[in-house]
């Protein structure tokens, strides 16, 4: 399979980036300073990613704010232009097809960012229930992602106007000549700013950011453990078609007028399913753990309580560089998911000791204003 490249795949091989296939792409995963350096350089000051890999796609025309609510859990009418709003494709069964974000740019017209290892679905499905409306797949855009505490002081020398958006929202702008859409918002728990610039001029904003002392490239491992550590879901390992909000932790995804007892209650796949698992709770949810040691823990490891007994599995886990020790998320049977509980993970012969730990595991960032 021949891997697809982002218009920024020069500069990374320039820089010394480690290439590794990702949803189809050929990404960079570190870069010579390594991800632990890497993440904990954004956390610190601002770290620079390539995720021009997401899909980029616009909805417009009239009955637009509708027809993403037959989709969505979120009252996509009541966002106001340059407003954003965190949504899950939702099934009929009541699990998980994607997350992704909706920002509305205009009155009929809606910019969504979906996952790359989804967007080939998602188009499909949102095309599959336009009526009326149009689908533009924005190919001919890159998307950067300027994230951590100094991302704000960047931005407020490249462009005023959009240093002062708070978290997310977003605006048109231009920067050095070139029109852009940048909103508040990103992947790792900071501050920081996404950026969908045209594919041609990607490269020159890159050399652009990169130029400031404080901006260093940063990879898609770093990219993993900052959000892990940010408590945020990745789909196909804390979201999946099996998993619903509920048990996801993500209730407060789904708009209070779309709940059971709302003004505009439902009309959204797998409603009724989701009601039900708000009312009864569903058996597992997913919780933090932090390994007592160094012992890393893995992905699909089971979980164990003090007799032995599986009690739940390893979705996501890393070495958390801010924590300063591995974490992990995972989903475990309910009753054993508050904070503090002591369990344990079966690392080939041996059971490593695990603590539920509250999320985030380090203090999300975003500037509210």
């Known amino acids: 399979m021949t891997l697809l490249r982002t218009p920024l795949d020069a500069l990374h091989r320039e820089l010394g980036a480690k290439m590794v296939p990702f949803a189809g792409y050929d990404m960079p995963v570190q870069y010579a300073a390594g991800i632990i350096k890497e993440h904990l350089h954004t956390r610190q000051a601002a770290g620079l990613f390539d995720v021009s890999h997401m899909g980029q796609v616009l909805i417009e025309g009239p009955g637009s704010a509708a027809m993403l609510e037959s989709l969505v859990p979120v009252d996509v009418a009541a966002l106001a232009p340059g407003q954003q709003s965190y949504a899950l494709f939702t099934t009929d069964s ?29 188009i499909d499905h949102l095309r599959a229930h336009l009526a009326g409306q149009s689908l533009t797949v924005l190919e001919e855009q890159a998307l950067l992602a300027l994230q951590g505490p100094v991302a704000r002081e960047v931005m ?20 050095d000549g070139v029109e852009v859409y940048i909103t508040c918002s990103g992947y790792t728990g900071e501050d920081g700013f996404e950026i969908s610039v045209p594919a041609a001029a990607a490269e020159a904003l890159a050399r652009r950011l990169l130029a400031f002392e404080s901006v260093q490239p940063i990879g898609l491992g770093a990219r ?11 789909y196909g390992h804390e979201l999946t078609t099996e998993i619903d909000p509920v048990q996801a932790g993500l209730l407060w995804s789904i708009s209070k007028s779309r709940r059971e007892d709302g003004a505009r209650a439902g009309g959204f796949p797998g409603a009724p399913v989701i009601f039900a698992r708000i009312a009864d709770k569903p058996p597992l949810c997913r919780v933090g753990l932090t390994v007592d040691g160094k012992r ?21 886990a890393c070495y958390g560089a801010s924590v300063g020790g591995p974490i992990a998320m995972a989903y475990v049977e309910r009753a054993l998911g508050q904070p503090g509980t002591k369990l344990q993970v079966a690392v080939r012969d041996k059971q490593v000791p695990v603590t539920v730990t509250a999320m985030p595991f380090t203090p999300r960032n975003y500037f509210r204003g």
């Open 94 to 122: 009541g699990g998980v097809l994607d997350d992704l974000i909706i920002t509305r740019w205009r009155e009929e017209q809606f910019f969504l960012v979906v996952n790359a290892a989804c967007k080939a679905q998602d």
């Open 156 to 175: 407020r020398a490249l462009c005023p106007e959009a240093a002062a958006l708070t978290f997310m929202h977003g605006c048109a702008a231009r920067i």
């Open 224 to 234: 993993d453990s900052l959000r892990l550590e940010a408590g945020l879901c990745l």
């Open 296 to 316: 890393p823990v893995r992905e699909q490891q089971a979980v164990l309580d003090a007799s032995g007994r599986r009690v739940g599995e390893i979705c996501s």
